[in-house]
Every structure is written in structure tokens, then in C-alpha cells.
């Protein structure tokens, strides 16, 4: 097709709508144009870049011995009543009116319902299947052009295998497909602990790219390399159950609340030389003010 006939509705003016950038340039190049409220039609140009990534993935995932499907993502709802994951999903599940039938907001219930009736030996183990579709979920508040819509396309991969050390080598598996993918994609990435969620399970990692328009807040130490998501983050400091029990007797001695003077004191070592204890049975207090309201934040000293 010669390039002046190509369709690529481009716009000089940046639409009241799209505060994020991506959604700004997407909109302007001629790649999205939105229908309705988080939902959005990929034009040729766009379509072209979302076949190219989605290349990328199906090469990765089908180099560790995945095996791609397409699942229907209308659902009957008794299979989800199963789960118990109606009400797990609340609002977010789109229910069909006159049917009793969901449109999927991911896919683990059809995978189990086509695996249980066939993967029942050892030997039809270790399976992965993965598949590119259509997902659907009622977000309140569709913002972010394609980021946080209604209706999006989305890679889910899920492996059966005979015991826990199987999945974990299936896990590494797709940690390594899925850094190659983001290789490939030429992103700048991180690693960091999660919230399963509705999803649940008993562990998660989520693949994160720093940007001004992110909705997640991640606590990141760049000495040691601790990633996770703020909702999961755990403290590394030494917390005060860990102290001796000698200590612990003397905490329980403590008197009651009381002022005490301290004269020129400035800082917790100045603190602790003062009144000659550990830095660790002290605490540093700072008030910060969020939304309004004032929050009281204790900070354990250091061990």
C-alpha cells in the first residue's frame, strides 16, 4: 500500500482528555481513537505496533515450551461461581444481562476447566500454556488512554506441574522469558514483590518501569537491590522482638510515662549518650501531613 493511502488520522491539537503522555502522542500520531469511556479502537498504525509486540511475546514464550490459546472471553458463570471469584471480583466482572454469562477479566478459570479433565498423570506434566486475548474489567475510573481501560489486550501464562519444586523451575522459566521480552522491548525494568490480589497464590512479582504517569509506588534500595511494591514492602531493621532478653526485662521495667530533661540534645546519638542506652530501644518521630490530616511517623533506630 503506497503511504498516501495509508490511514493515519493525525491531530496538531492535544485533546483535552490525555493528560499522559503516551496517551498524548498516541492519540496525535494516529494510532488509538477512543469509542467510549476505556475503550479504544487500535488503528492500522497502532494495530501494526501491538502485532509487532505481541510477535516478541509468542517467540519468548513459545522458546521455554509454551503452547499458545485462544479462549473465549465469554465465560459461563457457573464456572466462576466454582472459584468463588464472582464475589471476589465484585464490580469489576461484567456480567451479561440476559445470559448467564462474565466477560473474563483474565483467564485461570477456563485454563483449569479444559486442564482437569485431561492433565491427570505425571506424565502429562509439566504443561505451559499461555494465550493473547481480549480481557474485560469495569474499572470505575478509565484514565491513562489504553493503560487503565475496559477492554485490553493482555498475554496470561499458566503452567501445571506435579509439585512445588516443578513450579518453581516453571516460574524461573517465565522470569526468563519475560525479561527477554522486556529486553527486546529495549525497556528499563525492575523486579519488585507484589499483592496477588483476586488472582491470590502465594507469591508475586511484578515487572516495573519508573514513569510519571505510574499508578504504584515501589519501595527500591539501590544498595542491597529490594524491590517490592509499596502494599507488600517489608522493613529489613531489626525490629524490637529481636532484642535480648536482658533488654527485654529491662523494657518491661520501664516507669511510667515521663518528661525527661534534655539539655542541648539534638539527635538520637546525642540521645543515647545522654541517657546511655542502645539506638535501637528508640524510636524518631516525625508529623507529616496528608490530605489533612496529621500522620505521626515512628522510625525504629538502627541495630
Known amino acids: 500500500m503506497k503511504l498516501s493511502k495509508y490511514f493515519v488520522p493525525t491531530l496538531k491539537e ?15 500520531s494516529g494510532m488509538i481513537r477512543m469509542v467510549g469511556a476505556g475503550i479504544y479502537s487500535f488503528l492500522p498504525l497502532g494495530y501494526r505496533v501491538v502485532r509487532k509486540i505481541s510477535e516478541i511475546i509468542r517467540e519468548e514464550m513459545n522458546a521455554i515450551g509454551g503452547q499458545e490459546f485462544h479462549l473465549p472471553a465469554l465465560n459461563p458463570k457457573e464456572i466462576w461461581e466454582e472459584t468463588n471469584r ?7 466482572l461484567f456480567h451479561i444481562k440476559n445470559r448467564e454469562y462474565v466477560l473474563a477479566p483474565t483467564h485461570e478459570e477456563i485454563m483449569t476447566f479444559h486442564a482437569r479433565n485431561v492433565v491427570k498423570s505425571y506424565k502429562d506434566m509439566p504443561q505451559i500454556w499461555y494465550q493473547i486475548q ?27 506441574d506435579i509439585n512445588q519444586d516443578e513450579q518453581d523451575k516453571s516460574y524461573l522459566l517465565h522470569d526468563k522469558a519475560y525479561r ?16 496477588s490480589g483476586a488472582m491470590g497464590g502465594s507469591g508475586s512479582e511484578e515487572f516495573m518501569v519508573k514513569s510519571d504517569a505510574g499508578e ?20 529489613k531493621v531489626t525490629v524490637i522482638e529481636s532484642l535480648s532478653a536482658e533488654a527485654l526485662v529491662k523494657a518491661e521495667e520501664s516507669k511510667a510515662i515521663y518528661e ?27 508529623v507529616y501531613i496528608n490530605d489533612g490530616k496529621a500522620v505521626l511517623i515512628l522510625m525504629q533506630g538502627k541495630d
Do not use: W
Open 180 to 195: 527477554a521480552i522486556f529486553d527486546r522491548c529495549k525497556l528499563k525494568y525492575f523486579v519488585v514483590g507484589a499483592s
Open 14 to 28: 492535544v485533546p483535552s482528555d490525555a493528560t499522559v503522555k503516551s496517551h498524548i502522542l498516541m492519540l496525535r
Open 216 to 235: 504504584d509506588t515501589v519501595a527500591y534500595c539501590s544498595s542491597c537491590g529490594y524491590a517490592a511494591n509499596a502494599e507488600v514492602a517489608e522493613s
Open 134 to 160: 481480549t480481557k474485560f474489567r469495569n474499572e470505575p475510573r478509565p484514565r491513562s488512554g489504553v493503560i487503565r481501560g475496559r477492554q485490553f489486550l493482555m498475554k496470561d501464562s499458566y503452567s501445571f
Open 260 to 286: 525527661i530533661h534534655t539539655p542541648n540534645v539534638k539527635s538520637i546519638d546525642e540521645l543515647c549518650e545522654f541517657l546511655n542506652i542502645k539506638e535501637i530501644v528508640c524510636a524518631k518521630s516525625r
Open 86 to 92: 464472582v464475589e471476589a471480583f465484585g464490580d469489576i
